[in-house]
């Protein structure tokens, strides 16, 4: 847990419609650390403590509004903006994914090292 305080994103499965057409959820995609799953055509939160405090940009992803967090509880001059998003090539398995990490390597080859 951070300093600050809890931080993770909540799906609200009534808005989540799993970014059909495109058959699975963009945040599922983006996210490089893992925290949502995609279980029954919806996303879903599986691993909360995973999210970057401060991080929102899964929340700008979604197109049907379903991923909120909570309010911060200290000053959010530090909050990562939109516009650190960016689409990469992995430099080892040549996977393209969404990033707001300055690495040009995805999470499972991170996690593979």
């Not at 057409?21 to 599986?46: H, M, Q, T, W």
Request: positive net charge; aromatic residues 10%.
């Amino acid at each position: 847990m951070s300093s600050q305080g809890l931080w993770f994103p909540v799906v609200f499965a009534d808005k989540c419609d799993g970014c059909a057409p495109s058959g699975k959820p963009r945040c599922v995609d983006y996210c490089p650390n893992g925290v949502f799953l995609f279980k029954n055509g919806k996303a879903e939160v599986a691993d909360p403590l995973s999210c970057v405090f401060g991080c929102r940009a899964c929340e700008s992803l979604c197109h049907s509004k379903a991923i909120r967090f909570p309010k911060p509880p200290v000053k959010t001059s530090f909050l990562r903006k939109d516009s650190d998003l960016r689409k990469t090539t992995c430099s080892i398995c040549g996977k393209q994914y969404w990033t707001n990490r300055q690495s040009n390597v995805c999470m499972d080859c991170a996690k593979a090292k």
